[in-house]
């Protein structure tokens, strides 16, 4: 058989996966702050994490970003997401780089990329950024 059937994957191992994606945006400067871990974590709970699933997804997801050397791992079940739901996880996104006031070079490289990969329009990118900074200064 040459290709595989998709299969569904569980709730939390997708939720892991989005935070896998959050962690490595929040890593990316090579600056993790609680700041940005208080942004992942309040995002997997908007997303359908239950606060006692969410220290084990969290955990399972460092693991998971540190032993991946792509973006790709992270982003290929979020494209099937809705909507409202990538926008979300781009909200959360650009909230953890303003987190700290200011986006490097290395940061708005991996958002354009990340725009590519999820299917969002420059424009859709562009009025989030600018609602996040407006919201963060």
Same mark, same amino acid.
């Given at each position: 058989? *040459? *290709?595989?059937?998709? $299969? ?14 959050? &962690? ?11 700041? $940005? $871990?208080?942004? +992942?974590?309040?995002? +997997? ?11 084990? &997804? ?5 693991v998971i970003e ?7 791992? *992270?982003?290929? $079940? ?18 953890? +780089? ?21 299917? +969002? ?10 609602? &996040?900074?407006?919201?963060? *200064?």
């Amino acid at each position: 058989m *040459f *290709f595989k059937k998709k $299969e569904n994957l569980p709730k939390n191992n997708f939720l892991t996966k989005i935070c896998a994606l959050l &962690i490595h945006a929040a890593k990316i400067d090579e600056n993790y702050t609680s700041i $940005e $871990e208080e942004i +992942i974590k309040k995002t +997997i709970l908007e997303l359908g994490s239950s606060e006692e699933d969410l220290n084990q &997804i969290i955990k399972e997801s460092k693991v998971i970003e540190e032993n991946s050397n792509q973006i790709l791992d *992270f982003t290929k $079940e979020v494209k099937s997401l809705p909507e409202k739901d990538k926008i979300k996880i781009i909200e959360a996104l650009w909230s953890i +780089i303003y987190s700290n006031k200011n986006a490097d070079t290395y940061e708005t490289n991996l958002m354009r990329r990340l725009a590519g990969l999820l299917y +969002i329009d420059n424009k859709t990118m562009g009025n989030i950024k600018n609602k &996040i900074k407006k919201d963060k *200064f």
